[in-house]
């Protein structure tokens, strides 16, 4: 038989040995990201025109002042510079200089705007300067890989979503090697600064190299721009991170798709149940996907112990087939931001804000029948369907959980855990009895390996599918006092991907552009350790303000290993926040009454389209 | 303890017996949303002005027309209409209409816009008329469940996605007892007319009705509309249905924004292994849900017959951690065409058409054959991801497993299925060395329960992860032959809910407009036993004509329970037809090169807000 498809093309060049550029080619593009190209971009008007900075005080830091001087003695201290229009330009544009920038971490729509803005600033009041990007993240600094960007190559990436402009990378420079090898790269390249884009880690890592570069009197500056979907890294003069607002408006599209469709479902209305299975590989999915799992049901209906306990599940399961619950678990690894502006922009019937089950201390059954609570009222309605946001990580913020991770974090530290159980012995008898009471899928996971900081992998953890799994245990035992009479069938989205890459919102594009022509105008002032800081967001973008923010009083340290180490606080959701207290006034309403908003799909002109996030409206003090 | 959350609000109502309606509040609408409501429509030239009805020579079926006459003696034969345009209206607008609109089946964007035609219609050209909407699809109807629609009742529903205006359902009127119900509904409401709105059962379903009403002598005629965001019900004077428009571009929207994530990610960038279970509830899942997975295997490992191909793709599912490929499956039930549209839009670098596996006559292996080629390929050129399409129901396609399905079809009807396995001795050698191949869930899916016409239901077959299985196997063979060097880390989607309720595009929500108008115009002028047919797409929408076309016209026969029933037969992506032709001429580059588009959110102003589908485009003889 011949070959069904034929692949044609040149494709015997198997001595390729590295991935190649993956340059995009705008001849190829939709009309939609074409007509984002030449989107024109207003820059506040600051840097529109003469400026000079001016600086404040002296900073300090977000915790332990102490440990951050002595960790950082080049740089700490630091006061914010502002740049204030001037009658004349106070920076030569005859210095020549030569920057390099890098993409830390995970995506985040607008980076390639970073990227557009220092260049623009270069070209606008630098001229003759040379921007190289560092390919692959800050590997490509280590290894002094490297694309010097022009006009040309940075045209096509104007506006657009994605880091492949010149890729990122999740490496770290850590050790004294490294950092060797960072300085060699500054040296080699004669660089005058550097512009770090990331997030937490990767600004606390430019600190770091803007301490060290100085520390070895390199004339290479390091300033740093807030990046990360996630909305943890702000503070005053940081107001939000890029690419917040774009994914959130993503997810938020589909959160009111998703609405839309659970509203139109009949109460007798089939769907088919899909439950997502979000964590990484590992041999319970390998399992799955060998298709055994029917056999391996039947094998352990005879031997488990807790076979009891799987019946009663699988009864549960079957018996509440007849509606509709979306449980929709976002991105955020602890900061639950994401949830909390797509709670805003849409008005789902049960939301989980984890600092709110920290601060409040509740336990995972407080939060099992808080939902199952509303369930059962809504049923009482006649409303058996719903909408349930909960950010990823949850977990993490139930204390009786962060108890437990703490007391095994100890013991994996320094015990060997052995078969028998015997290590259980070290852990107090609450930490135990939850341990005990968790499915084994969810303690295999909490005994796997630690991230490279050594902490439990929260990601990793199914928080969706232990909920689905007490609600539904609960609701069954409600159905059995009679207390409910309602049917439903679950269903669980995973919305991650789909937001990181997204075309930045109007929003992003004009923030990311000012964060990078802001960068170019600090770097152009001989500023290091700075994170480029754009505020006023709440106003029109001209009266936008521009500067730097000492990244060291954004800093704490924090225990890992056993060493303290300089991290940047995550920027939780405070409970006493403007965007939390207007969720918490109106989520009664939204629990018992279908108040669903479905946002759409973003748009870049026309109505909707210079929206900003609820969440920074209202932090800005604003009634969104 | 204090209940940690508190619902407020008069929840005590358990009194409350049937699900409320859900009527939207157009005060807590989005800013798009808002917009929206009211975006105007333009109207067909031809409905804008006087017309009158021109009718064709009379039709025949789509197959077996002489058992359609015989199941249709009432209405088959019936010529097209048409509207064109005259000096005065033939229709007196003095004519008071009493018609009844039902949403029947899943949702599509665009069912609002249609029943807006219709309401339209009847205050333009019949002033005075009532339009009724049956609750919650076909079940209303026989119920008499509806509410009178005015207005008020349907401004805030302009241009808005989801049924829930008045809901829709499953429900088919299939007995005489249901017929007998509908006809008393026809009666005691004196309807005119009713409009069935949905896909191609429902409209069979319609042209019974039509059929029944007719021979009952029962003046209450009949008139469908195409809808299905699965683009299989279309013919030449139906050029698409509804909902494929709007539901391909929020696909295409994501499946974008994946491939800028995919191409960012440089080769040493790890992703978390996400893989999307998708099928509905059965024990397998619950065992997934309850976490003994990790448990199920070791005690798997040691009793499975299977074990050494357990353990093969253990190790090769753990090997393979290092790139990504976005696995993204599409719904679609049996044809593709929303899988050639996203791959149209979006150029990713595998794309399975399901009716070119069949016309083909390829194995499962053939189709793995040509997925891990392209990996491999792309690996040698140092691209080590990739998106790749996979339609949903693909398994179906394949005909040997037609034959097995047909042959199990058979078993299942007249014989016991023993556990011992006896039955598997009516299989054919190639079928049951086929089902012997097969993992063992995929197996049990093909034993499960069949859908309401009796034959298995490809939805609940997991397409991607049989795929992904087989793919895995054949990369390893290959590692170990030295012929692969890559790694590469799997990623599935599963794209569905997300796509069938979102706003519709300026396109879905003109064409329904018209739909809905003309359905009026049709019957208005005493039509029954037509679709509403809107055509000439390519052109601005003046120039659209607008008619309707005899159901049976779309016909044929089908062997369901042993007996023949009439179905319109499905649309399939035509292999000679202009859409699969550029698709083919182009996927070698595709695969090779990367030409990935990212369609971005679906606009509503501005450039490509007007865009229609690329599938429809190339269909009408353009060049898309």
Tied chains: 1, 2.
Aim: proline content about 5%; overall charge neutral.
């Amino acid at each position: 038989m011949a070959p069904p498809f034929v692949i044609s093309g040149d494709v015997a060049a198997s001595s390729v040995k590295s991935a190649p550029a993956t340059g995009r080619v705008a001849s190829v593009y939709s009309e939609v990201q074409s007509s984002r190209i030449d989107h024109a971009l207003p820059l506040p008007s600051v840097l529109q025109n003469p400026f000079q900075i001016v600086e404040g005080p002296p900073s300090s830091a977000a915790g332990n002042p102490d440990e951050i001087a002595k960790l950082f003695p080049n740089v700490f201290g630091q006061p914010s510079a502002m740049l204030v229009p001037n009658k004349v330009d106070t920076l030569s544009s005859d210095q020549k200089l030569r920057i390099g920038v890098v993409l830390s971490g995970g995506q985040a729509p607008g980076g390639h705007n970073v990227i557009s803005g220092i260049y623009d600033y270069l070209q606008d009041r630098a001229k003759g300067s040379v921007l190289y990007g560092f390919r692959g993240g800050p590997a490509g600094i280590m290894k002094c890989k490297y694309v010097e960007l022009n006009a040309d190559y940075i045209y096509p990436y104007r506006n657009q979503g994605g880091f492949d402009m010149i890729a990122s990378g999740r490496d770290k420079i850590e050790t004294p090697e490294q950092f060797k090898q960072a300085e060699e790269t500054a040296k080699k390249l004669d660089l005058d600064g550097l512009v770090v884009i990331g997030g937490d880690d990767s600004n606390t890592n430019a600190c770091l190299l803007a301490e060290n570069f100085r520390g070895k009197n390199l004339k290479t500056r390091v300033i740093g721009c807030p990046k990360t979907i996630d909305g943890d890294l702000k503070c005053k003069e940081v107001p939000t991170s890029f690419g917040f607002d774009t994914a959130c408006k993503i997810y938020a599209e589909m959160i009111g798709n998703v609405m839309v469709d659970a509203r139109s479902t009949g109460k007798y209305y089939h769907y088919i149940f899909i439950l997502f299975a979000t964590t990484q590989l590992r041999t319970d999915h390998v399992l799955i996907a060998m298709g055994y799992e029917e056999f391996a049901f039947s094998i352990l209906a005879q031997m488990c112990s807790s076979i009891l306990y799987t019946l009663l599940i699988v009864k549960v399961m079957l018996v509440h087939n007849l509606c509709f619950a979306a449980v929709v678990r976002l991105m955020g690894r602890a900061a639950s931001h994401i949830t909390l502006e797509c709670a805003l922009q849409t008005h789902p019937n049960i939301t989980i804000i984890g600092e709110e089950v920290a601060a409040k201390k509740l336990t995972l059954k407080n939060v099992t029948d808080y939902i199952v609570n509303v369930i059962c009222k809504r049923s009482d309605l006649g409303y058996n369907y719903g909408v349930i946001l909960i950010p990823e990580g949850l977990i993490d913020f139930i204390p009786e959980v962060q108890q437990l991770i703490a007391e095994l974090n100890e013991v994996l530290a320094h015990d060997v855990v052995d078969e028998g159980g015997q290590w259980k012995k070290k852990l107090t008898n609450q930490s135990l009895l939850l341990f005990e009471f968790l499915p084994p899928a969810i303690q295999e996971q909490l005994m796997l390996e630690r991230d490279p900081h050594g902490n439990v992998q929260v990601a990793k953890i199914e928080t969706e599918k232990m909920l689905i799994q007490m609600v539904e245990t609960e609701l069954e035992k409600r159905k059995q006092e009679g207390s409910y009479k309602g049917h439903f069938k679950g269903q669980s989205h995973f919305f991650g991907y789909e937001g990181r890459c997204g075309l930045p919102t109007n929003f992003d594009s004009t923030y990311c552009y000012a964060l990078g022509y802001g960068a170019g105008a600090l770097l152009h002032s001989g500023k290091t350790g700075l994170i480029s800081s754009v505020g006023n967001l709440g106003a029109p973008v001209a009266e936008w303000t521009v500067g730097g923010t000492a990244l060291t009083s954004l800093m704490d340290v924090e225990r890992r290993h056993g060493k303290f180490k300089p991290v940047i606080k995550k920027a939780m959701v405070e409970l006493e926040g403007a965007p939390f207290k207007k969720f918490a006034s109106l989520r009664d309403e939204w629990a018992l009454k279908n108040r669903y908003i479905s946002p759409g799909p973003i748009q870049f002109m026309g109505p909707g389209s210079d929206a900003i996030s609820h969440t920074l409206l209202l932090e800005l003090g604003a009634h969104a």
